[in-house]
């Protein structure tokens, strides 16, 4: 069992930047592979970025590649999403997931056993 709890969400202007935290507890050293998805209402929750824990080996949606930065402290049992130039479209709660099998596509949520409760970001214009 992995326990993830995501903090830092929050109202911010466009263009500006925002840092989210996903906390890992349980098993986390048996974990594969970390993820951040995003999804607004109504529609399918999206891949963002995922980090493959042993070695942080990265993997990013098209649509943040160059703006979001995603890093993990394995002392902390922590993964990061640092979100820059953020734009109104990026507004959606995001969520962090945990892979413990490693599955081989990174970027479905079927992928993904394990799921924190999620965190609102809202990007003003």
């Known amino acids: 069992q992995v326990h993830l709890v995501e903090s830092g969400g929050g109202l911010v202007q466009a263009g500006g930047p925002l840092r989210l935290s996903c906390a890992a507890s349980g098993r986390i050293d048996s974990a594969y592979r970390l993820a951040w998805f995003r999804q607004t209402a109504g529609k399918e929750r999206d891949f963002v970025a995922a980090?493959?824990?042993?070695?942080?080996?990265?993997y990013y949606a098209d649509s943040v590649k160059g703006r979001f930065a995603i890093s993990r402290d394995k002392a902390k049992n922590t993964m990061y999403l640092q979100m820059n130039n953020l734009k109104p479209a990026d507004t959606a709660v995001y969520y962090c997931?945990?892979?413990?099998?490693?599955?081989?596509?990174?970027?479905?949520?079927?992928?993904?056993?394990?799921w924190g409760q999620g965190t609102q970001v809202t990007v003003s214009s």
């Open positions: 997931a945990a892979d413990l099998l490693g599955a081989a596509v990174v970027t479905t949520r079927d992928s993904y056993g394990y």
């Open positions: 980090i493959r824990w042993i070695d942080g080996n990265t």
